[in-house]
């Protein structure tokens, strides 16, 4: 499976950005979407994921502010950004991980950068 981001850029702090990440390829059985950030000198962190079930977990400092879904018939999954702040800048990658029945199995994107200007 490959993972495909899109929808980074430049924004102020208080605006909105989109990404997106499709899979490309058959996903089946229990499985896990999600995005994941880093910021320069930083450990990469998880943002948000999502259960092919619909169900949600986000970190703490996104909470109210970003919304994960998914598109399972186009295998995709979404981050809406609102509310963005200086501290949101970082590459954000895509993460899909796959249970086949002997262990999970990750799969990662391409990072796309996002800027939040003060």
């Known amino acids: 499976v490959q993972l495909q981001a899109s929808g980074g850029g430049l924004v102020q702090a208080g605006g909105s950005l989109r990404l997106s990440c499709v899979a490309s390829?058959?996903?089946?059985?229990?499985?896990?979407m999600g995005w994941y950030r880093q910021a320069p000198g930083n450990q990469r962190e998880l943002v948000a994921n999502?259960?092919?079930?619909?169900?949600?977990n986000y970190a703490g400092g996104v909470k109210g502010r970003f919304t994960i879904f998914r598109d399972n018939a186009k295998n995709t999954v979404y981050l809406q950004m609102n509310s963005l702040k200086p501290e949101d800048t970082a590459v954000y990658y895509c993460?899909?991980?796959?249970?086949?029945?002997?262990?999970?199995?990750?799969?990662w994107g391409q990072g796309t950068q996002v800027t939040v200007s003060s």
């Open positions: 999502i259960i092919n079930g619909g169900t949600t």
């Open positions: 390829g058959t996903i089946s059985g229990a499985n896990v």
């Open positions: 993460n899909l991980k796959v249970y086949d029945g002997s262990g999970w199995h990750d799969s």
